[in-house]
């Protein structure tokens, strides 16, 4: 199954979701249809393929990046607590601290930004239609 089918699957699934009243589910439902004929997914389809191989991978590398990032992200959920602590003790230093990892962080370019989401929206996708194909078997 190409990314194509997945991307559309979803947006079907989630039309119902969407709009409460028929009219505009088969509204949404036929601009779906005209964009797929258009080839407007086509780009999309090319940047997932990419992410879908990356995921079929057995490089330990790449199986280890993605859970490392969601580590990250913990860590900075959980850090928010201490820092909490910190700005009633002293607010001085965590607002410093707030103000370094601003900067630290608005240094990485937007364009990375972008990357980086795309590429996590499509681990996201591929790795839920890898999940669906080996429930789908059982």
Same mark, same amino acid.
């Given at each position: 199954? &190409? ?7 979803? %947006?079907?699934?989630?039309?119902? *979701?969407?709009?409460? &009243? ?11 249809? $005209?964009?797929?004929? %258009?080839?407007?997914? *086509? ?14 991978? !057995? ?30 003790? &002293? ?10 990892? $601003?900067? /630290? ?7 990375? /930004? ?21 429930? !789908? *078997?059982?």
């Amino acid at each position: 199954m &190409n990314p194509f089918s997945i991307i559309a699957g979803l %947006a079907s699934s989630l039309i119902p *979701k969407i709009f409460s &009243n028929k009219d505009d589910q088969e509204k949404a439902k036929i601009e779906l249809f $005209k964009m797929q004929q %258009a080839g407007e997914f *086509k780009e999309l389809e090319v940047q997932l393929s990419a992410i879908v191989a990356e995921a079929k991978s !057995n490089d330990k590398w790449t199986s280890r990046a993605r859970p490392g990032f969601l580590y990250v992200m913990y860590f900075m959920i959980l850090i928010s607590f201490p820092m909490g602590i910190l700005h009633a003790v &002293n607010p001085e230093i965590s607002a410093s601290i707030a103000v370094g990892m $601003k900067e /630290w962080l608005s240094a990485i370019p937007e364009y990375l /930004w972008s990357v980086f989401g795309i590429g996590f929206t499509g681990y996201v996708a591929a790795r839920s239609f890898d999940k669906s194909k080996i429930l !789908n *078997k059982k």
